[in-house]
C-alpha cells in the first residue's frame, strides 16, 4: 500500500526557519516525482515544485522559486520542503504527492 | 504567468450529469498537458481521479470520466451522487521552458 506520512504541524514566529518532511513507502520512492501543493486557508490549491528522489533533479513553480527549498534522502525514503525565514504569508497546509497519493498535509502557521 | 481556468462553480441534481473543464491561458489543451482530476473534500487532503486525460485509478467511481472537449480537459460525473459534493481541482503540465505543473483554481461541486 502507497503512503505518504508527512511530518506534524508546525508552529513558527515570523523569520524562523523550517523543515517539514513527506516519507514515502509501499512503493519505489527512487522512480516518482514528489510535488509539494500549497492551500492557503479557504483556497486552492497552487503547485510549489517537485523533485526526482533518483537523482535529485529539482524544479520550482515560477511563483516559488527562491522562496522554498525542495529536497529529498532516498537512503529513508524522504523529501522535504524548508524555509530560511518563514513569513506569515506562508501560513497554510502543505501537501506532498507522489504515485498518484497524497501526504495528510502538515498546517504551518506563522505567527508573531 | 500560466492560468489554468475552471468554472467556479456548479450545481447538479442527484442522479445528472454534470461537466467540468479545465482551461489554459497558452491554448487549447492536448493529451500532452497530461490533465489530472483531483477531488477535495473539507477538511480532507485532495484524492486523485483521473491521470493523463481519462485514465481511472483503481478507486476511482466508475461514473467519473476524463476527457478532452472543445479545446478543454474535461471531467464528467455521470449519475451523480450526494457524496460526490466537493471541490475539484484539474492539473495539468507544461513542458519546455517551464517543465512543471499548474493547477486551475477549482470548481465547487453543490450536488442538491
Known amino acids: 500500500e502507497v503512503q505518504l506520512e508527512q511530518s506534524g504541524a508546525e508552529v513558527k514566529k515570523p523569520g524562523e526557519s523550517l523543515k517539514i518532511s513527506c516519507k514515502g513507502s509501499?512503493?519505489?520512492?527512487?522512480?516518482?516525482?514528489i510535488g509539494w501543493v500549497r492551500q492557503m486557508p479557504g483556497k486552492g490549491l497552487e503547485w510549489m515544485g517537485m523533485?526526482?528522489?533518483?537523482?535529485?533533479?529539482?524544479r520550482y513553480s515560477p511563483s516559488f522559486q527562491g522562496q522554498v527549498t525542495i529536497s529529498a534522502d532516498k537512503s529513508i525514503s524522504t523529501a522535504y520542503l524548508q524555509w530560511s525565514s518563514l513569513k506569515a504569508s506562508d501560513t497554510a497546509m502543505y501537501y506532498c504527492?507522489?504515485?498518484?497519493?497524497w501526504g495528510q498535509g502538515t498546517l504551518v502557521t506563522v505567527s508573531s | 504567468q500560466t492560468v489554468v481556468t475552471q468554472e467556479p462553480s456548479l450545481t447538479v441534481s442527484p442522479g445528472g450529469t454534470v461537466t467540468l473543464t479545465c482551461a489554459s491561458s497558452?491554448?487549447?489543451?492536448?493529451?500532452?498537458?497530461?490533465p489530472n482530476w483531483f477531488q477535495q473534500k473539507p477538511g480532507q487532503a485532495p484524492r486523485a481521479l483521473i491521470y493523463?486525460?481519462?485514465n481511472k485509478h483503481s478507486w476511482t467511481p466508475a461514473r467519473f470520466s476524463g476527457s478532452l472537449l472543445g479545446g478543454k480537459a474535461a471531467l464528467t460525473l455521470s449519475g451523480v451522487q450526494p457524496e460526490d459534493e466537493a471541490e475539484y481541482y484539474c492539473?495539468?503540465?507544461?513542458?519546455?521552458?517551464?517543465?512543471?505543473?499548474?493547477f486551475g483554481g477549482g470548481t465547487k461541486l453543490t450536488v442538491l
Open positions: 504527492m507522489s504515485c498518484h497519493h
Open positions: 509501499g512503493y519505489s520512492f527512487t522512480s516518482y516525482w
Open positions: 523533485i526526482h528522489p533518483g537523482d535529485s533533479d529539482t
Open positions: 497558452t491554448g487549447a489543451v492536448t493529451s500532452g498537458y497530461y
Open positions: 493523463s486525460t481519462n
Open positions: 492539473l495539468l503540465y507544461y513542458g519546455g521552458a517551464q517543465r512543471n505543473w499548474v
